[in-house]
């Protein structure tokens, strides 16, 4: 998994596509960040699995605050009637673009499901960016020490500030 802060937001990339492994990453987002909000983006990998556990995934997703379910790779007919079964239009919803006009506070937003999902990511990201000034952190990846240390560089502090700050974050 993949963890980005923006401002009072998480950002979470999980391989999860089962309802037991997005309950346990759900059940685990809920005792790390106690009181915010849950959005799920769900990136289905096959329709008989869908189908199959259609209540396990009306029932995990029940646990967020909403749920967008992505389409299928390559749609047919069998895909599109599974997706059918699980949009509620209520609570559980077909991804669109509105997510990324939207102002959201105090967010967790869980991508999950076996496709990477990075290219929507990097346009929520963008999103944020383009609406409002933020800083990202992320942690997980290698490159965690890097960003860092660019950060404190570009607020112009000098060496011993950016050390002290460094360690802060």
Same mark, same amino acid.
């Given at each position: 998994?993949?963890?980005?802060?923006?401002?009072?937001?998480?950002?979470?990339?999980?391989? &999860?596509?089962?309802?037991?492994?997005?309950?346990?990453?759900?059940?685990?987002?809920?005792?790390?960040?106690?009181?915010?909000?849950?959005?799920?983006?769900?990136?289905? !990998?096959?329709?008989?699995?869908?189908?199959?556990?259609?209540?396990?995934?009306?029932?995990?997703?029940?646990?967020?605050?909403?749920?967008?379910?992505?389409?299928?790779?390559?749609?047919?007919?069998?895909?599109?009637?599974?997706?059918?079964?699980?949009?509620?239009?209520?609570?559980?919803?077909?991804?669109?673009?509105?997510?990324?006009?939207? !102002?959201?506070?105090?967010?967790?937003?869980?991508?999950?499901?076996?496709? !990477?999902?990075?290219?929507?990511?990097?346009?929520?990201?963008?999103?944020?960016?383009?609406?409002? !000034?933020?800083?990202?952190?992320?942690? &997980?990846?290698?490159?965690?020490?890097?960003?860092?240390?660019?950060?404190?560089?570009?607020? &112009?502090?000098?060496?011993?500030?950016?050390?002290?700050?460094?360690?802060?974050?």
């Amino acid at each position: 998994y993949n963890i980005t802060f923006i401002k009072n937001n998480v950002i979470i990339d999980d391989y &999860g596509h089962h309802p037991k492994e997005i309950n346990a990453t759900i059940s685990a987002i809920k005792q790390e960040f106690p009181g915010k909000n849950l959005i799920v983006i769900y990136h289905p !990998d096959r329709p008989k699995r869908l189908t199959m556990f259609l209540n396990e995934y009306k029932k995990v997703f029940s646990l967020s605050q909403t749920t967008y379910v992505l389409p299928f790779l390559n749609m047919d007919s069998e895909k599109k009637d599974a997706l059918n079964k699980i949009i509620d239009n209520m609570k559980i919803f077909m991804f669109n673009e509105s997510i990324y006009i939207k !102002d959201y506070s105090n967010t967790v937003f869980l991508f999950t499901g076996s496709k !990477d999902m990075k290219k929507l990511i990097n346009n929520l990201i963008k999103s944020f960016n383009e609406q409002r !000034d933020f800083g990202v952190i992320t942690e &997980g990846a290698d490159e965690f020490n890097s960003i860092i240390n660019d950060y404190t560089k570009s607020l &112009g502090l000098s060496e011993s500030e950016q050390t002290k700050l460094a360690e802060k974050l």
